[in-house]
């Protein structure tokens, strides 16, 4: 075992995220004003991990000063939420503001600024207003173009004076992944057409936000956050690369390319075509979609996704799917993190990093999510009652050390934000894993408590260096 030590450039962001759906709660909240998440979770409530879901998350809303300590306490930099597009208007046609929820957003920026903390605002974490998917079929619809937008124009004109980071999407492509595609969430619907049609009118709606922004004047930055997921093929042979080369384009490229090159795949057209996958586009969409390119992406990175070619014959019956393409495969004695079933594998980063240098021109990227979610987290407390994470810590060590590698070889890596702050609900897991560095204790009140890890990130953002400790022996 050796220590290898490694400095952290003063302009490279060490921060955290988390989103206004997964925190704030529902306090405040008016009638008519519930998202996709807040009515799925009235819907299906018994699918949520212990009945706990977004009434009240951690409370944020109302406790948000005390946390903006906390932040302060673990050394944040920055700290990225969301504005929750179905609180932030009471006419989402007219885009009426709700001053009442206007003005929690104004205190928070401003709490953040004065303890030196940088607020990064998304404009979408999966909060599109359920009304707008009941009237129109959400991003379906055109028309929700349109609203975003007007949704967007009024956000600006608040805070564009205040906030300089600014992103439109969240992961773009899961909620219509999950609902269209694979029909695992509420509404259950396997509709490939729709998916791609949510894909475009996404991207469509990043290009409008992004003209509006720079036509506006406002000072800053206006990027996207993306959920790439690091493909690997089983083996060198064609079958396999081709798989991995396949579930790359219809899950990563669909929202990379345009964001960073402004056009889609070549082949993506080519595909959807073969397999009638209907959706509507005009050459007017593409020309917005090449003029109007983010500043900046984020890129949620948590885990390889690894596949083989299919082994089975598809169908005829089964309507399209990118599955066609492709099975997924489990490596045989993985590291994995058992609570969340994801395999442990930092050389993600090291892959991503090549790829935005090479194959987008060194497009400057941060980390914008990579944490460990933990079950049971009680069982690893100290006398003292804190939580001794020393496994996040490990994992953050790993992932954020080949970021600063990448960094060091001129690669345009600005930054590494963690999921999360605090531990909060996420679709369907709620509260089982923990990934935050502060402990949410839902047995007292929401208690808050920092643990091993938040002590260890205010020691990193302190010293500018991290140290990590290698393994020496050969396997």
């Given at each position: 075992m050796s220590n290898v030590t490694i400095e952290i450039p003063h302009d490279f962001m060490l921060g955290a995220a988390a989103s206004a759906w997964q925190t704030e709660g529902w306090s405040g909240k008016k009638a008519g004003q519930d998202s996709f998440l807040d009515a799925w979770?009235?819907?299906?409530?018994?699918?949520?991990?212990?009945?706990?879901?977004?009434?009240?998350?951690?409370?944020?809303?109302?406790?948000y000063r005390e946390d903006v300590a906390l932040m302060k306490a673990c050394g944040l930099t920055h700290y990225r939420t969301s504005i929750n597009w179905s609180r932030f208007l009471l006419d989402y046609e007219t885009a009426q503001m709700d001053e009442e929820y206007a003005s929690y957003y104004d205190r928070l920026i401003d709490e953040m600024l004065a303890s030196g903390i940088e607020p990064m605002l998304c404009l979408e974490h999966y909060e599109l207003p359920a009304v707008l998917l009941e009237k129109y079929g959400g991003w379906g619809s055109k028309k929700v173009v349109d609203l975003f937008v007007r949704y967007a124009e009024q956000v600006f004109a608040h805070y564009g004076h205040k906030v300089r980071r600014w992103f439109v999407f969240n992961e773009p492509i899961v909620v219509q992944t999950r609902v269209y595609l694979d029909a695992l969430r509420w509404p259950y619907q396997q509709d490939t057409s729709l998916w791609m049609q949510w894909n475009h009118h996404k991207n469509l709606a990043t290009a409008r936000v992004v003209q509006l922004f720079r036509a506006g004047g406002w000072p800053g930055s206006i990027g996207t956050i993306l959920n790439p997921e690091v493909t690997w093929p089983r083996s060198s042979a064609p079958h396999d690369v081709k798989a991995a080369e396949m579930y790359d384009l219809f899950y990563n490229r669909v929202f990379l390319d345009p964001a960073i090159k402004g056009v889609y795949p070549a082949q993506l057209f080519t595909l959807l075509a073969q397999h009638q996958v209907r959706w509507s586009y005009s050459d007017e969409d593409l020309a917005l979609i090449a003029a109007h390119r983010v500043d900046e992406v984020g890129l949620n990175l948590y885990y390889p996704h690894r596949v083989k070619a299919p082994s089975r014959a598809w169908h005829p019956e089964t309507p399209f799917h990118p599955a066609y393409y492709y099975e997924h495969f489990e490596l045989p004695g993985r590291r994995m993190n058992p609570s969340r079933g994801w395999e442990i594998q930092p050389r993600i980063v090291a892959d991503m990093a090549a790829r935005m240098r090479d194959e987008y021109d060194n497009f400057p990227w941060f980390i914008a999510e990579n944490g460990m979610g933990i079950e049971n987290e009680a069982r690893f407390k100290n006398e003292q009652g804190e939580i001794q994470d020393d496994y996040r810590i490990a994992f953050i060590a790993e992932h954020l050390h080949e970021a600063?590698?990448?960094?060091?070889?001129?690669?345009?890596?600005?930054?590494?934000m963690l999921w999360a702050f605090t531990d909060n609900v996420s679709p369907m897991n709620a509260f089982k894993n923990r990934y935050g560095l502060i402990e949410i204790d839902l047995e007292n009140q929401r208690q808050r408590r920092m643990k091993?890890?938040?002590?260890?990130?205010?020691?990193?953002?302190?010293?500018?260096?991290?140290?990590?400790?290698l393994d020496d022996e050969p396997k």
């Open positions: 979770y009235q819907q299906d409530r018994h699918v949520w991990h212990n009945g706990y879901g977004p009434a009240i998350a951690t409370d944020f809303i109302n406790r600063l590698l990448a960094r060091q070889a001129g690669i345009n890596c600005r930054g590494y091993k890890s938040a002590h260890w990130f205010r020691q990193l953002v302190d010293s500018r260096q991290l140290t990590l400790t």
